[in-house]
């Protein structure tokens, strides 16, 4: 499978995919979403894999989504929300049926903190920064709302999304966040260890049990028309505009 914007390796029982579009900070695309869903379903598919880690190049996990083209990047946020298409690369990674773990090798911010939020685990470098944007942008963190107040608390997921404060990877662990902080050279050495770790339990045992604690995760049809009405309006195109013009915006509450 020839992947553009993604790379897809295998060593012993785990995939890696990382986020491969270090020009652009590896946002997320729709050709992007479309690759880490074709990548899943191919780990899914090889019974030889037990793990999928998903990570970033070039000392970046993810910017967020691609706004850059914006039409595109709605077209991937409205996919992503459909749990009921079979399409959804945000279901792929949530359902996958073997543990993912998030190497947070930088900062993962806006649709890409969502990315690492939807892993099972997360694992972060020391300098690595966590932050959910998408409201500075004009829009909203569809994934954020479903889950982050079940991770942090409702007051402290509120704060993070109404603010969208970047918190750096020991704030994100004191608050629930995330489940370990490492010197970036040992980030994929304790990947290693949390999967040795996770080895020990019966793989079916350890499928049910995240299918369990996953059954609470709904909220995608009020989510998907929240982010429906806010990309019609006019702050959601000025916040567009704002960052690729690099000027701050003038929200008009329209």
Not at 26 to 46: F, P, R, Y
Not at 63 to 79: L, V, W
Not at 122 to 132: K, N, R
Request: a negative charge; proline letters at 4%; charged letters at 25%.
């Amino acid at each position: 499978m020839d992947f553009q914007t993604i790379l897809y390796e295998t060593t012993e029982d785990c995939a890696t995919i990382t986020l491969n579009r270090p020009e652009r900070k590896n946002a997320i695309s729709l050709e992007l979403s479309t690759e880490v869903g074709m990548a899943i379903d191919k780990a899914v598919a090889d019974s030889a894999i037990s793990f999928v880690v998903l990570t970033g190049s070039g000392g970046i996990f993810s910017s967020g989504a691609d706004f850059s083209n914006p039409e595109k990047a709605i077209t991937m946020i409205r996919q992503e929300l459909d749990a009921a298409s079979g399409t959804s690369t945000a279901i792929k990674l949530i359902e996958c049926p073997k543990p993912v773990i998030a190497a947070v090798n930088g900062h993962a911010l806006g649709h890409g903190a969502e990315y690492a939020l939807m892993c099972d685990l997360i694992i972060a470098a020391e300098h690595a920064e966590f932050g959910f944007i998408g409201p500075i942008r004009g829009v909203t963190c569809p994934y954020a709302m479903i889950r982050l107040a079940d991770e942090v608390g409702r007051a402290k997921a509120k704060e993070l999304v109404m603010t969208c404060e970047r918190i750096p990877a020991h704030e994100a662990l004191r608050i629930g966040l995330i489940n370990q902080v490492v010197p970036i050279e040992s980030l994929m050495e304790a990947v290693d260890v949390m999967k040795a770790k996770i080895r020990r339990a019966a793989p079916l045992a350890v499928k049910f049990t995240k299918e369990a604690i996953n059954q609470g995760l709904g909220g995608y049809e009020f989510s998907a028309r929240v982010f429906e009405g806010i990309i019609q309006s006019k702050d959601a195109f000025e916040g567009a505009m704002a960052f690729m013009e690099k000027r701050e915006p003038r929200w008009s509450n329209e």
